[in-house]
């Protein structure tokens, strides 16, 4: 029989587990929010009219939601192709299209894990940073991976007129407001469709645990790998090297980690947050430890321990545990890399008097026991805290509500649909429609019902400038209805973009009747919105929570998403918004509900006359105009629909100082943002 003392560990544990699964999310959460980062990934991906692919990184694509939690991007691009070391130029350039950049990957003078790019075949629609980057070694050409990343980085930063600085293989953006409170990694990658041979250990290792399993090895071997822009900084030549990354295969093992070893993971993460400043002061140096050495540390213990140790009770356990392999690592100054063993992660930083120091650090954090979970003020209150306040008989205060509990998971469901809208925009209908089909659960089938609506609203309006040249009566009557029934389910979902999307049809038809009650649905009552603040929602739930309704009748009344605008719909919408010349072929405008919904209410006054209702809809939108979450702060467009207002009752000066607002509107698309053009046009005007 278990001792006293095992059964008070056994305790501690099981409320240390509930702990980090109210704090981080349920199982169930984390399926809605993987989900979401899914279909973000899949909308982009099928879009035939971009030049690259994207892959979701960082925290939050792996479910997780703590303070600091990265939004990472790699975007790879669909005109560069890299041949494997083996492979003959010729056999490739005989198959393929002459717009295509070829390289090849060589060897280096570097730990494993890197490689040199050399240029084999420069294509017709290289980009300029490619070109940029370019360097003679000797009588051959090779990519600096240095100079891509600085090309890259003053690409971005001259598009969305914001300050990106280079950080490892990485562009990061730090924003100051809410929507950019974490920092930002955009990394450009190449994709290398082989697996490489340095991991080739990996696929055959001895795995008595099982884990991960064959097939999930086999597919991420035939996922092959990405090459990104950073060298091996222990090497003389890091500016020409490119680092192997194996995103996608360590998405699919966090994926892949049951509930237990997905907390153990987070609880990792946190420590780390925790400790960073400490370290800091300590080392001189926040980078000799990071959440990659985590990750790195939690698949290890993973595969190397029973699933029998993987359960609640063993929470704390499997957190030492993981603990003892970092202190181990640092003691041996060798973090092996999970794929690539004999790359040694700490090679360069953790060495002499930081090695010492970090060891004494860690094994004094590791005596404390339970009281490590208490140590930094990163996050509060501590993990520790939490626990010692269950411990002491106020576990009921940590316990959620049930109403909060469906708050939160509503508010999942929400953002996952949110990318449905997003995703809609572009070519998927085709793959929305058989994942329905595919679909086994009841969120699943209510998902991606939502992304085939979406999709059937764009396709309505697709090649809308067909319907509006019909000369003939009767060929315009068949246009429209058939472009009325293909955004009618959507309408009847939501009211944004459902709604609003048909308001745009009715408007542009000259039904400004039905335009003004479709938009009346988003400005008469309580609506909440995708990136609502918490006191929005904590309305929601006192409205919504614990009654017995189901999601589908939530997502009737009271959900809104933002829409999105792609250029090639741009003539589906009022063209005295659109006035957006630089919309970029494959990207979109990002557009608030409530806004809008008063502008298109202020354009159908207007247009019927009625000066006195006009009037009290521009006050409004004027009023909204400083909405924390859908206001102008947030979104630059709110700035020139309030400017056309302007221009449309004749107030000029309104108009240009809105057009200048505008224009300091810290947001990643602010590469379309017309506000110079309609300024100069404005000033030259004789009125």
């Known amino acids: 029989m278990a001792g006293q003392n095992e059964i008070d560990e056994y305790k501690k544990s099981w409320i240390l587990y509930h702990v980090m699964n109210n704090w981080i999310g349920s199982e169930e959460l984390m399926e809605i929010r993987r989900k979401g980062v899914i279909l973000k990934d899949l909308g982009i991906n099928t879009e035939k009219q971009l030049s690259f692919c994207m892959f979701s990184t960082g925290s939050t694509s792996e479910g997780i939601s703590m303070k600091g939690s990265d939004s990472d991007v790699m975007t790879i691009l669909k005109d560069v192709v890299v041949l494997c070391r083996d492979q ?232 030492m545990l993981c603990l003892n392999i970092l202190i181990t690592w640092v003691k041996a100054g060798y973090c092996p890399n999970y794929f690539i063993r004999n790359n040694n992660m700490f090679l360069g930083k953790v060495y002499g008097e930081n090695q010492q120091k970090l060891l004494c650090f860690l094994i004094d954090l590791h005596d404390m026991k339970w009281g490590c979970l208490s140590v930094g003020t990163f996050i509060e209150p501590t993990i520790g805290y939490c626990v010692g306040r269950a411990i002491s008989g106020y576990w009921k205060n940590l316990q959620k509500l049930p109403s909060k509990l469906e708050r939160k998971q509503d508010m999942e469901i929400l953002n996952a649909t949110k990318q449905c809208a997003a995703v809609s925009v572009l070519d998927t209908l085709p793959d929305s429609l058989t994942l329905m089909c595919k679909s086994t659960s009841d969120l699943d089938e209510f998902i991606y019902y939502i992304l085939t609506i979406n999709g059937l609203s764009n396709a309505a309006q697709d090649e809308f400038d067909g319907y509006m040249s019909h000369r003939k009566n009767k060929e315009k009557y068949k246009s429209l209805r058939k472009r009325m029934v293909l955004l009618a389910p959507n309408a009847s979902v939501c009211s944004s973009p459902g709604k609003l999307e048909l308001a745009s049809f009715y408007y542009q038809t000259g039904n400004y009747r039905n335009t003004l009650c479709m938009c009346g649905h988003m400005t008469s009552s309580f609506k909440l919105y995708a990136y609502a603040a918490i006191n929005e929602q904590k309305k929601y739930e006192h409205m919504y929570c614990c009654h017995g309704y189901t999601i589908l009748k939530k997502y009737q009344e009271a959900f809104a998403s933002p829409l999105y605008v792609l250029q090639k719909y741009s003539r589906f919408h009022p063209l005295k918004l659109l006035q957006i010349t630089k919309l970029l072929r494959g990207c979109f405008l990002l557009i608030p509900p409530l806004p809008y919904a008063l502008f298109l209410t202020f354009l159908c006054y207007h247009e019927i006359g009625d000066t006195k209702r006009r009037d009290a809809a521009l006050v409004d939108l004027r009023s909204v105009k400083y909405d924390e979450n859908q206001g102008g702060d947030e979104y630059w467009v709110v700035h020139n629909m309030l400017g056309i207002c302007y221009e449309i009752v004749g107030d000029n000066q309104r108009a240009l100082r809105e057009y200048r607002e505008f224009l300091t509107v810290e947001t990643f698309d602010q590469y379309c943002n017309p506000a110079k053009e309609m300024i100069k046009r404005l000033q030259q005007s004789p009125y």
Not at 109 to 124: F, I, T
């Open 88 to 319: 003959r130029d010729n056999t490739y350039m005989s198959n393929n299209r002459d717009d295509m950049s070829v390289l090849r990957a060589k060897h280096t003078d570097s730990r494993p894990g890197y490689v040199a790019l050399k240029l084999v075949y420069l294509g017709r629609g290289c980009p300029s940073e490619l070109i940029k980057s370019i360097v003679p070694v000797h009588d051959q050409f090779f990519i600096s991976s240095e100079e891509y990343r600085r090309a890259y980085t003053d690409i971005i930063k001259r598009l969305s007129k914001a300050d990106f600085k280079m950080h490892g293989p990485a562009s990061t953006f730090t924003g100051e407001k809410r929507k950019f409170a974490n920092e930002v990694d955009c990394v450009q990658a190449f994709r290398y469709p082989y697996w490489p041979k340095e991991a080739l250990e990996w696929v055959i290792r001895p795995r008595p645990n099982g884990w991960p399993n064959e097939a999930l090895r086999e597919e991420i071997v035939n996922d092959g790998c990405y090459l990104v822009p950073v060298g091996d900084k222990t090497s003389a030549y890091t500016f020409l090297q490119w680092r192997i990354s194996l995103a996608t295969a360590e998405r699919k093992l966090v994926y892949s980690l049951t509930h237990v070893q997905f907390l153990v993971y987070c609880l990792l993460k946190y420590f780390l947050k925790q400790i960073s400043d400490i370290l800091s002061q300590l080392l001189g140096d926040t980078d000799i430890l990071s959440s990659y050495i985590m990750k790195t540390v939690i698949f290890y213990a993973v595969e190397k321990n029973p699933d029998t140790l993987w359960q609640e009770k063993h929470t704390f356990l499997c957190f």
